[in-house]
């Protein structure tokens, strides 16, 4: 038995699916017959129900035309399109971060040499 | 076709299809020569007792003359048989290079090109097989290394305290340890269940250490 390829399958069925959106409202089912001391598969599990919730609301929110239904239900067209999804997202990041310090060294570069400081001597009181 | 008949065939399909007991508790189940067994996920203190008893058997083994560490046997692997077990680990992380190469061409194939996706995945089938086949020749290489010896005993004692065989007593299920103690478990012949027990329960255990 491919262990990884059936904790996907039930991951990804609609049964799993709607337990974990459910819980996600606050309405608590109970997941496993355990309560605490989960197994490595039920961690595994559970990181896939979320990662196929997360796929699922992408392919509803129209996020990417590369993503379908059909590369949902195959493993590695989904590997594939987490792989892109994630490098899409550093690349946002590092996007963002680079014109935050771009602003940051604009924002130095003005103060040093265009702004003036005038120093205004107050009484107070007399 | 009764719905009894229709059900059983659901039930066999979802059964084909699908395994919730893997996920169902923190055990899972098998069977040698028509007798069910189980290994349980260890609880806390379990695992305390494995990693005492793992601690002791390596200070036993770095004193024993006969063994050596991981670092040694890299190098006298290098020296001897010209073997570079640290060269062979980082061709090892190239393949996770290859793989996301593979992952950039299969992302951006249309549903309706399945000659290419199957390329694609023929690729993908051909990349993990080969890194199969180095993480067997690291693994061979290191077995002798102290630190892999004494994570096989950390394995060893859980398997002999997890592994559960099921007795049958009237209207009850009864579960059994299969070995009274590490020592039956050490000075027993090697079986299927022990083989199955390590197996199931290095599943079991995996994302958790």
């Known amino acids: ?126 | 076709m009764s719905i009894a008949h229709v059900k059983e065939m659901v039930d066999e399909m979802q059964n084909d299809f699908l395994h919730p007991e893997l996920i169902q508790d923190n055990k899972l189940h098998f069977t040698v020569d028509g007798k069910i067994y189980r290994v349980r996920m260890p609880n806390q203190l379990e695992l305390l007792e494995a990693e005492q008893k793992k601690n002791a058997y390596q200070v036993m083994l770095l004193k024993s003359e006969n063994s050596i560490t991981l670092k040694k046997l890299k190098k006298l692997l290098k020296e001897s048989q010209d073997i570079d077990v640290d060269e062979l680990e980082k061709d090892l992380k190239a393949y996770e290079e290859k793989v996301l190469k593979v992952y950039d061409k299969l992302v951006k194939r249309h549903d309706d090109d399945k000659e290419g996706i199957e390329s694609d995945k023929a690729e993908l089938g051909v990349l993990k097989k080969e890194r199969n086949e180095l993480i067997d020749e690291i693994s061979k290489h290191t077995t002798p290394a102290i630190e892999v010896q004494s994570e096989n005993y950390f394995m060893s004692y859980l398997t002999s305290v997890c592994t559960e065989k099921n007795v049958e007593k009237e209207n009850e299920i009864v579960w059994e340890k299969v070995w009274n103690t590490f020592d039956n478990y050490l000075t027993c012949e090697d079986s299927s269940v022990k083989y199955y027990g390590m197996g199931y329960l290095t599943h079991l255990m995996m994302s958790i250490r």
């Open chain 1, 1 to 126: 038995m491919n262990f990884e390829k059936e904790i996907r399958k039930l991951a990804r069925s609609n049964y799993w699916q709607t337990i974990y959106n459910a819980n996600k409202e606050n309405v608590n089912l109970q997941l496993f017959d355990n309560k605490s001391n989960l197994s490595g598969p039920q961690l595994v599990f559970l990181q896939w129900v979320q990662t196929y919730y997360s796929l699922y609301t992408d392919l509803a929110q129209k996020e990417s035309q590369l993503l379908t239904e059909a590369v949902i239900e195959d493993d590695e067209r989904a590997n594939a399109y987490l792989a892109y999804r994630r490098k899409k997202l550093e690349l946002e990041f590092f996007k963002y971060q680079k014109e935050k310090q771009q602003e940051e060294l604009k924002r130095k570069h003005h103060f040093k040499h265009e702004g003036k400081v005038s120093l205004i001597d107050v009484n107070v009181g007399e």
